[in-house]
């Protein structure tokens, strides 16, 4: 069983959980986050924070209890820091902005890739990097990996979409006779 599951988890201030209809609800000062309760986890909240626990000591329970707790943590700190990806793009002729709701980026291919941003993502573009920012873990994780997934960095230049931090192992290449 998770250790940091049965601890309880502190409430920020600012913040609201309910918990009922088989949905957990956090409410705070960057917006609302809603998710399905797991049918094997009980959620309470009380004074001193959020008690995630098993309802069964099965082996399913105990290995969704301490996910669970995760969730329940990233959701609080979500509602009240935010979450930060930074991509990075190397190569020319390579480059991203920002149209209204939509990305629009040159990744070398014959036309331009269009993609839409999500309502509750804020997109950032510099020079040669784009930082998203929102409250949804999730949100912010998948958006960052779908527009890294349309050029993934290469082994032999490093040219492509990388995220920031990211170390790209290279590959020697042909050798000259």
């Given amino acids: 069983m998770s250790r940091l599951a049965k601890q309880p988890i502190a409430l920020p201030e600012k913040t609201e959980v309910n918990v009922g ?12 986050l809603t998710r399905t309760t797991h049918r094997l986890v009980d959620v309470v909240v009380k004074p001193e924070g ?9 082996v399913e329970a105990r ?4 996910t669970y707790a995760s969730h329940v ?17 190397e190569g020319v002729g390579y480059k991203w902005d920002v149209q209204g709701k939509s990305l629009k980026l ?9 993609v839409p941003i ?7 573009v510099d020079k040669g ?9 999730e949100l912010v994780g998948q958006f960052a990996a779908n527009i890294r997934a349309l050029k993934e960095p290469e082994p032999y230049k490093g040219k492509g979409i990388r995220y ?8 020697q290449g042909k050798k000259a006779v």
């Fill in 63 to 66: 290995a969704a209890l301490g």
């Fill in 106 to 114: 040159a990744l070398g291919f014959s036309h331009p890739v269009v």
């Fill in 21 to 32: 209809g088989g949905f957990i609800t956090v409410k705070g000062p960057k917006g609302t």
């Fill in 164 to 171: 920031e931090g990211e170390v790209i192992r290279r590959k």
């Fill in 50 to 58: 959020v008690q995630v626990s098993p309802k069964s000591g099965s």
């Fill in 118 to 124: 999500p309502e509750d993502l804020t997109v950032v």
């Fill in 73 to 89: 943590r990233n959701m609080l700190e979500g509602v009240t820091k935010g979450f930060e990806k930074k991509l990075l793009v």
């Fill in 129 to 137: 990097a784009l930082l998203i920012k929102g409250f949804d873990k």
